[in-house]
């Protein structure tokens, strides 16, 4: 049997050390460990995350939106979406939360080397994304890297700094569409998927990263498929209700597998083995 480490759900007191409005619904949260020595260790993985505690609301999982920076600060974006995310969004610089992991299997950097890259996100999605963006730009790569990211209406696109930072790289694109137009907005309007005849790339010869909502992620796979991407090249990540994060409740379980210690990312032919309601027609 299995003996498990008793401090395994003990959260560990991290500091908000900065908090950037991304837009009415989503704050990013520069964070760093009390206990300096855990911090100076602390390496989590692009697409890994870690269960966010706020005291008296329970505990949330939250993907990297950022690497470490060299004085040890990470970065959690977070969507106001219930009642710990509420809370969370209350907290000011100075504030402490509660932290455990990191957990779960992070994106295949190592694949990714010297390939090009189309990623596609809708709203929060592109957070777990960040990390990847920049780490496939700073390790400097002749490819080229594609961003498609879908928001709900002009105010609502996030991340817009690191967008336009992204856009100065020679060999990047990024295309953005809303749902509904603003006064103002002179940009596509329609689904993410509209943005894939606007841009050009080798399916033979590029990886797809997505993540978002699950009605995006299933409209992605069918299109990206029927440009004739293999399904290994197809890669997501998953969203389930979750509870304990390392693979003892079963609760965030999609079919067999686990989406706290299998995933939550996961390549197109993994999921085809499962029956998730991502694929189902
Ligand atoms: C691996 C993983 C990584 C995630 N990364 C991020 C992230 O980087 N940033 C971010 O803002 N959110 C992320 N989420 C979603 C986030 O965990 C939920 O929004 C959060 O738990 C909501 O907590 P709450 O108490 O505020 O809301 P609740 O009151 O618990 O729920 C509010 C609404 O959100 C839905 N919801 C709650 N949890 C989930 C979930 N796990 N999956 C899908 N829907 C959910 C509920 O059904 C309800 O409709 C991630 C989820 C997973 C599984």
Not at 168 to 181: A, G, R
Request: one cysteine or more; proline letters at 6%.
């Amino acid at each position: 049997m299995e003996i498990l480490q008793p401090d395994l759900y003990l959260p560990k007191s991290a500091e908000i050390i900065d908090v950037t409005e991304e837009n009415s619904q989503i704050k990013t949260y520069i964070l760093s460990f009390i206990d300096k020595e855990f911090n100076d260790s602390f390496a989590p993985q692009p697409g890994q995350f870690v269960l966010l505690s706020v005291p008296h609301y329970g505990e949330a999982p939250i993907s990297f939106s950022s690497t470490p920076d060299e004085n040890g600060r990470f970065h959690l974006s977070v969507r106001k979406a219930g009642k710990l995310t509420s809370a969370l969004h209350a907290m000011e610089k100075g504030d402490i939360v509660g932290l455990r992991g990191p957990y779960g299997r992070p994106f295949p950097m190592e694949q990714f080397e010297g390939k090009n890259l189309l990623f596609v996100a809708g709203g929060i999605g592109l957070a777990p994304l960040c990390p990847v963006i920049n780490s496939s730009l700073q390790n400097g790569a002749d490819r080229c890297v594609t961003l498609l990211y879908g928001s709900r209406t002009p105010s609502d696109i996030a991340f817009k700094a690191d967008i336009d930072k992204w856009r100065q790289h020679e060999n990047v694109t990024c295309l953005l569409t809303v749902d509904s137009s603003e006064e103002g907005w002179q940009g596509e309007v329609g689904l993410v998927t509209g943005l894939f005849g606007k841009c050009s790339y080798d399916p033979d010869d590029t990886l797809a990263i997505i993540c978002g909502p699950p009605m995006m992620i299933r409209a992605v796979f069918a299109e990206l498929e029927r440009q004739g991407f293999s399904d290994d090249n197809i890669i997501t990540t998953m969203e389930r209700h979750m509870k304990c994060g390392v693979g003892i409740c079963r609760h965030c379980h999609m079919d067999e597998k686990l989406v706290c210690k299998d995933g939550p990312v996961f390549t197109l032919s993994e999921l085809k083995k499962l029956d998730v309601m991502e694929l189902r027609s």
